[in-house]
């Protein structure tokens, strides 16, 4: 049984702080586009994490990270390349000490600030924090203990529960998103879900959870067992278009909800996402989507020899990964499936980028 949404009245002073930063990134995405230029800059800015989730691919506590000045520099490089929005993930990005100090380069610079995290130690980390971020993402992959327990942080659920009530009224909040990453291991959560991030006044993103990478040597899929198989996708499919139906925040388009329902292994796109997003490892690796295992170039060694961020762009491999990664469809991330939509300009994702800098 579906629970209907109530509504939920954001500060008014929230709301006109969301159209600035949305008003931002749409005129930094319109330049960007007509540029040929990235227009996100995704830093996985450390392997460390907190939490133990068996769904996750990226973490790893002994990757070494870049330093400070090594990080100021590339927000700084992103904002003179024309780039409009920085996201920054991880492991758990609220492991670096200096992330406040991060975020507030990449702010000055003119970068609207992602920031997403399993939301541990915002409670103690919010007030540094402040200012700095523009859009919070919160990981939720369930409700309560099962929440918890997915994430192997016991007392996780509790604390989003107090963070979100805290900062509900702040006219400083960032437009608040929740990620839910769909698996055998949460099946139905989206109906769980829902609920908890209209409460919060937040939009609900869902994925279906990643299972592996290109390498040099193909797919590599070490967590294909823990993936819904392709009824279960239908289903979660199915159940969005309903929650969206009845007013609950689901982000997703209606493209890709219809596309998820009829092709769950989502093949019927052409992916334009290395064109407009530009990974950054935490060990400064620029990630080639197509050959994860060989980095483009190292943020690190190009600064030491005095290049610029935009040398990447020249590179010929960077040049045949865009056009290669046009006949791959290994990605399920809905963000890799609007990003290339919205690079193509097509209808839908420039309405919802809309409806973002509206609301």
Not at 176 to 195: D, H
Request: hydrophobic share 45%.
């Amino acid at each position: 049984m579906i629970q209907w949404p109530s509504t939920v009245r954001p500060h008014s002073s929230t709301v006109v702080a969301k159209v600035r930063v949305g008003s931002r990134f749409a005129g930094g995405l319109v330049r960007a586009r007509l540029r040929g230029r990235p227009v996100i800059l995704s830093h996985l800015i450390t392997g460390r994490c907190n939490a133990d989730c068996p769904t996750c691919l990226w973490r790893d506590d002994a990757t070494r990270e870049l330093d400070t000045d090594t990080v100021a520099w590339l927000y700084r490089q992103a904002a003179d390349l024309g780039i409009p929005q920085l996201v920054v993930w991880g492991g758990e990005p609220l492991l670096r000490s200096d992330l406040p100090a991060l975020l507030a380069v990449a702010r000055e610079a003119g970068l609207v600030v992602t920031l997403i995290t399993n939301g541990w130690s915002l409670g103690e980390r919010w007030p540094e924090l402040r200012g700095h971020v523009d859009v919070l993402i919160l990981s939720l992959d369930d409700t309560g203990e099962a929440h918890d327990r997915l994430r192997g942080l016991p007392g996780l659920f509790r604390r989003l529960e107090a963070f979100t009530a805290s900062v509900r009224d702040d006219p400083a909040r960032p437009k608040l998103l929740v990620n839910t990453v769909l698996s055998r291991l949460n099946r139905g959560a989206l109906r769980r879900v829902a609920p908890v991030a209209e409460r919060w006044g937040a939009g609900l993103y869902f994925c279906p959870m990643e299972t592996g990478r290109m390498e040099t040597s193909g797919f590599a899929g070490p967590l294909a067992s823990l993936s819904l198989e392709p009824r279960g996708l239908r289903d979660a499919a199915r159940l969005a278009k309903v929650l969206k139906g009845v007013g609950y925040p689901l982000m997703a388009t209606d493209r890709y909800l219809d596309l998820l329902e009829k092709d769950p292994a989502l093949t019927a796109y052409t992916c334009r996402a290395p064109r407009a997003i530009l990974t950054v490892e935490a060990d400064g690796a620029v990630r080639d989507c197509l050959r994860r295992d060989v980095p483009l170039a190292r943020v690190d060694q190009l600064r030491a020899a005095g290049g610029r961020m935009a040398d990447v762009l020249a590179i010929p491999r960077y040049q045949q990964m865009v056009k290669s990664a046009e006949r791959c469809t290994a990605c399920n991330n809905p963000d890799v499936l609007e990003i290339s939509w919205l690079w193509d300009l097509e209808r839908q994702m420039l309405e919802k980028v809309g409806r973002l800098v509206a609301t």
